[in-house]
């Protein structure tokens, strides 16, 4: 069993007209960024917010009369779980998916949502899909890999293809690695298109799974990211043998970098990434000299990001900048202190988001008092400017 070009191209021809042929565009500030020539294929407008639904349909419309009838069955807590599920009620071939426990009520609503048939079992994805391949036997259900699946894969691949056509001078990719699927689609058209290519696989620093199996070392794959998308534990055998005759290198990719990365896509591009979905931006900023003066295509493979945690993300990217910053003032116990202080800082543009009074600190006087106070700046010389101008005022204050 093997991928090939012929494979990926009979699938575009099937999925046209059924997804989004979604845009690729070049950003000319995240180039001005980070120094590379930069491409986004924004895989996030699709209907379900993510390149999955190429794959799941893929592998949907070469079902059989009798296998559409009786059924498909996979095991996922996100992005396969809701293409499978929105094509399968489209093409109206029943769905059951399988999450696992800890999956986030809202993803399961949201495929519920698509109609799918959605059975809560297992404690983590691996229980999960032992559990669907059980039950799929039992009901004779067609089983749909995630990732270890040829038809998933060469749905997969169709993305390549489109980035040639609207940008064909592409020197490097890199792609985010979970199970392996979309890698092994993706370099598999992009070398046969162009032989030179570079092919950059990106795991997130606490899921080495792809490049431990490389280095033939034992993987120690665990924690929580915010790249959740692509935290595997284990790569799949068939998605590895594919990709890795075509991956030049695997780079591990830190938490700030994948924060950062969803920040600026929302901030430059205004547009949505989830963690997953923001790591070839990641990449770029991670190892910029691997990609600067390149033509780089970066896929941003989804948006289904949770509201709290993008307004985490954004808020934390903020304090990184210094446009948020808790500066800590000890003073005089007296009427008036506060006031003085608010006022410094409102003359020179901060705003005063938060105040915290301490006057119990046992190393602050007992005649004096403390406060943090958190305020809102335009960058971080203007947060300097702040911090002066208190010291001159006699109240020097230290950023906690």
């Known amino acids: 069993m093997t991928l090939t070009f012929d494979s990926i191209k009979a699938a575009a021809e099937r999925l046209h007209g059924h997804i989004e042929r979604t845009p690729m565009r070049r950003s000319r500030t995240l180039s001005d960024i980070t120094g590379a020539d930069v491409w986004v294929k924004f895989e996030n407008l699709q209907f379900t917010a993510a390149y999955k639904e190429r794959g799941a349909l893929n592998k949907l419309l070469q079902l059989n009369a009798d296998e559409r009838k009786r059924g498909v069955i996979a095991a996922s807590a996100g992005n396969h779980a809701q293409g499978l599920a929105y094509h399968g009620a489209r093409l109206g071939i029943p769905v059951t998916i399988v999450m696992p426990k800890t999956t986030p009520f809202v993803k399961v609503e949201q495929t519920r949502s698509h109609g799918a048939n959605v059975v809560i079992e297992g404690e983590s994805y691996d229980d999960s899909s032992v559990f669907a391949v059980t039950l799929g036997q039992d009901r004779g259900l067609v089983f749909v890999h995630p990732f ?80 959740e998308g692509i935290a595997v534990k284990t790569v799949g055998d068939l998605t590895y043998a594919i990709a890795r005759p075509l991956i030049d290198e695997v780079l591990l990719i830190d938490e700030p970098d994948f924060e950062r990365a969803v920040a600026l896509y929302a901030n430059v591009e205004k547009t949505i990434a989830e963690g997953a979905g923001a790591g070839s931006l990641a990449a770029l900023l991670a190892y910029p000299d691997l990609f600067r003066g390149k033509s780089c295509g970066l896929i941003l493979t989804g948006g289904n990001i949770d509201t709290r945690l993008l307004a985490s993300v954004l808020t934390r990217e903020l304090v990184r900048a210094q446009r948020i910053v808790s500066l800590r003032i000890i003073g005089d116990d007296r009427p008036g202190l506060l006031a003085t202080v608010s006022q410094t800082i409102g003359a020179h543009g901060a705003n005063i988001i938060e105040v915290a009074h301490n006057r119990l600190a046992l190393d602050v006087p007992a005649k004096g008092a403390e406060f943090d106070i958190m305020i809102e700046t335009r960058d971080a010389k203007h947060t300097q400017e702040i911090i002066e101008a208190l010291s001159q005022a006699g109240y020097p204050p230290r950023p906690v």
């Not at 038809?151 to 064909?168: K, R, S, Y």
């Not at 030179?196 to 665990?222: T, W």
Request: charged share 20%.
């Open 148 to 227: 270890n699946d040829l038809d998933v894969i060469a749905g997969q691949g169709t993305i390549a293809l489109e980035m040639f056509e609207d940008a064909p001078d592409l020197e490097i990719l890199p792609v985010p690695i979970g199970g392996g699927g979309l890698i092994s689609g993706v370099a598999t058209a992009a070398k046969a298109i162009k032989p030179d290519i570079r092919i950059i696989g990106l795991e997130p620093l606490m899921y080495p799974s792809f490049s431990g199996r490389m280095s033939n070392q034992p993987v120690k794959a665990g924690g929580q990211t915010i790249a």
